[in-house]
């Protein structure tokens, strides 16, 4: 009967090694993160397309991910592209990112996302729209220098605000980008840039 016990025991506390999925490339792809049907749990699908681990919006955007802890149960996506010369976010036809609001998912309260190429309606919002705003720094550089000019803020995407959505939009603001726990002061080489999602444990 003890024998029993041991080797049950001993199931169950390998039990959630057996469903890891394999690596997709050189990143490893943790439970409860499923690439399959047949690994991982299912309310957690990410996808493993041409050796590059995928999150895929509700709007049936694919987001590259660069990272992923475990231990925090947080994952770090890409933003889209701001495509050269227009000032425009990849996703901006969809609207920008949005999670299902059912999923498992959600944006963490680490981002710090900047708006370009906004309406002046923004300015009703309380968003940072300064002259020391961020996303003044962010184009300066490669991608965001297709913004330059436009009237650009920066935000710490809180608890107060929705945590399935980046809106952007023709007649709001047409391009965005985020960088995750950015300090004041950090020069921008050393920026984190992506958009930090977190999971909930599984049930």
Known sequence: M??????????????????????????????????????GNPRYRIYCNSGALEFLSAQGFYYRILSINPSVRKLVISPPLIV???CCSSDLSLGGLSLNENSSFNISTHNTVMLFN??????????????????RQYEEVGEGSGCKGTLCCHF?????????????RAGGCTAYTS???????DPIDRWNYGIELQWLPPL
Do not use: Q, W
Not at 156 to 168: E, G, N, P
């Open 84 to 86: 050269k010369n227009t």
């Open 179 to 185: 960088v995750v726990d950015i300090k004041p002061g």
């Open 156 to 168: 710490l995407k809180d608890t107060a605000m929705t945590s399935h959505r980046i809106r952007v």
């Open 2 to 39: 003890m024998f029993v016990i041991i080797v049950l025991l001993t199931l169950l506390s390998h039990a959630p090694a057996l469903d890891v999925c394999p690596k997709c490339g050189n990143m490893e792809v943790p439970y409860p993160l499923s690439t399959s049907d047949n690994c």
């Open 118 to 135: 906004c309406s002046d309606n923004i300015l009703l919002s309380p968003l940072n729209c300064s002259s020391t705003s961020f996303c």
